[in-house]
């Protein structure tokens, strides 16, 4: 499962094969030399796991993108996404409980099992199914990787820790943080002398026992210094743009996913902004007002929410609302950018700067 980087548009035979960044697939479906690597344009995509025309930056360009008459949009999903609602076709996809699945999470070590539980509706399918089906229409079913169930899968993946699906089914996880000497560093760093480097090389310039996916990786790393501090990356507020903006989750939306939920949806009650409350008094906003938030790349309207323990000069919109829950169809992500950020690319979805206005 890929987050914000995903295989978008591409052939089996390797020189055809190209790595887009799906934080850009905006400037990659509305034709940008440089987020299309300099290649031909996509024109055809199948999309997992993820729901762009509502979570990628730069909305209205993601959506030009998705609405050309040449590209043709496959969307495997559970709910009627913003970008399901722009698909040639839909696929009916499996939720967690109808497939077997190895989890990991962030801030810490282990790996979950996730055991199917039910049978999925008759007309569902799984990833690996949609995969392994799309494999045999294109001839590459022999090739390595293929032909394997979710269980096998799982138990090559466990095959290092001597251990396969049966096993993790009784035991329901794994620890696999490392011993506590190394997991602590009480014996050096990953230089010839062990020692903790403050200047960091985000050259990409070869050196011992770096890990090979750090050689020659590309990126702005030119904007950082050379020893740790606060770097402004991408906007930082001017005069026309004196806010802000930070789009960070809500407590009941992971991820666009549960804002399709009416349990969710209902203790989130609707999309709002919140607003110091001394900005919002010099800019005559009471609560529950509606207010309008801009910049270069369009604007926006929402529910004004003051206070919440924002600092002035910083505004937050938490959660991913459908596109359609907001009042003029059209989400945060109007507002955020794609640009890459130091030192290996990706967007910086709380680096925006915006104006705001009671509307």
Partial sequence: RLDKRELVGSAFHAPDVRMLDQSQIGRVLTGDAEALRHRGPVTALLIQNTNPVNVAPEQRLVKRGFLRDDVFVAVHEQFMTDT?????????????LEHDDLYRGGGHQHILLGPKVVEPPPTVRTNL???EELAKRLGVA????F?????????????????GYDEMKKRKWLDCQPAFD???FLNGFGHPDGRFRFKADWTGTPAPNRPPKAMGAQGPHGQLPEFPDHVDLIEVADERHPFRLAT?????FLNSTFAETPSSIQKEGRPEVMIHAEDAAELGIAEGDVVR???????IRLHAKIG?????????????????????GEGINVLTGADAVAPYGGAAFHDNRVWMRRA
């Fill in 84 to 96: 399901a609602q722009l698909a040639d076709i839909v696929l009916p996809a499996t939720m967690f």
């Fill in 147 to 163: 032909r394997l169930t979710e269980r096998q899968h799982i138990d090559r993946l466990l095959a290092n820790y001597g251990i």
């Fill in 129 to 131: 199914f949609v995969i």
């Fill in 142 to 145: 022999d090739c390595p990787g």
């Fill in 182 to 184: 190394e997991a602590h």
């Fill in 293 to 299: 938030l801009g910049n270069g790349r369009g604007e």
């Fill in 308 to 328: 919440g323990g924002t600092r002035r000069g910083v505004v937050i919109a938490e959660g991913l609302w459908p596109n359609g829950a907001h009042l003029d």
């Fill in 248 to 252: 960070s989750p809500a407590r009941s």
